[in-house]
């Protein structure tokens, strides 16, 4: 149960901060870099509890690296989207209003953006957070949060940047995007969670 308060947690002040960001002032530097920090702090703070997921992709790809129990993913996706609903929830309270949903243009272009920089995040935190190579060490906050705010840089203004199913859900709630779009976040980003769990166990074949 611990577990899964800590990804609850750490879930939720990642889409609080994307709502309180992003519905107020939807372009500019500074939502890309709260939400990079956030996700940064609420790694470093629960990631020895549940190992900081905060993204069902995340948890998809620590899963097929082989350092999650299948009994553990359903529970881990359940409290990730509860929270993105309830920080949704949340955010409008606190910021009086929801957004104007992005219109995604160029579907195939929002489906490549959201499975490469979720393959990107995945990669890098199953490589930094879950490997043997990087055990103990003090950056994996660091990396996994700056994935995230250098991809949402390179291609939020195509897919909205989401890389991660619980914020387009949370994102959607919020009126963010539009419910009718979410499927592309959804099966880019678990497609991306995949390949990321894959491509591990290639690289690293006796990293069991």
């Not at 960001?21 to 609420?42: D, E, Q, S």
């Not at 009086?96 to 243009?105: H, V």
């Not at 199913?165 to 499927?183: C, E, H, Q, T």
Request: charged share 10%; aromatic share 12%.
């Amino acid at each position: 149960m611990r577990k899964y308060i800590a990804e609850f947690i750490g879930t939720f002040f990642l889409v609080l901060t994307v709502g309180c960001t992003v519905i107020p002032a939807p372009a500019g530097v500074i939502p890309a870099l709260a939400i990079g920090a956030v996700l940064m702090v609420m790694i470093f703070a629960g990631g020895h509890i549940s190992g900081g997921h905060f993204n069902p992709a995340v948890t998809f790809a620590v899963f097929i690296r082989g350092k999650l129990l299948m009994k553990d993913v359903v529970p881990y996706w359940l409290a990730q989207i509860a929270a993105g609903i309830a920080a949704a929830l949340v955010a409008m309270f606190l910021v009086g209003k929801s957004g104007a949903p992005m219109e995604i243009t160029n579907v195939p272009a929002a489906f490549v953006a959201e499975f490469l920089f979720t393959f990107a995040l995945a990669y890098v935190v199953v490589n930094c957070a879950t490997a043997k190579g990087t055990l103990d060490n003090s950056f994996y906050g660091l990396a996994i949060g700056f994935t995230v705010l250098a991809g949402i840089f390179a291609v939020g203004s195509i897919s909205g940047g989401a890389f991660n199913p619980a914020v387009a859900i949370g994102a959607a709630v919020m009126k963010l995007v539009n419910f009718r779009d979410i499927w592309i976040h959804i099966v880019a980003e678990l497609a991306g969670g995949f390949l990321a769990g894959v491509t591990f166990k290639f690289l690293n074949p006796t990293d069991i």
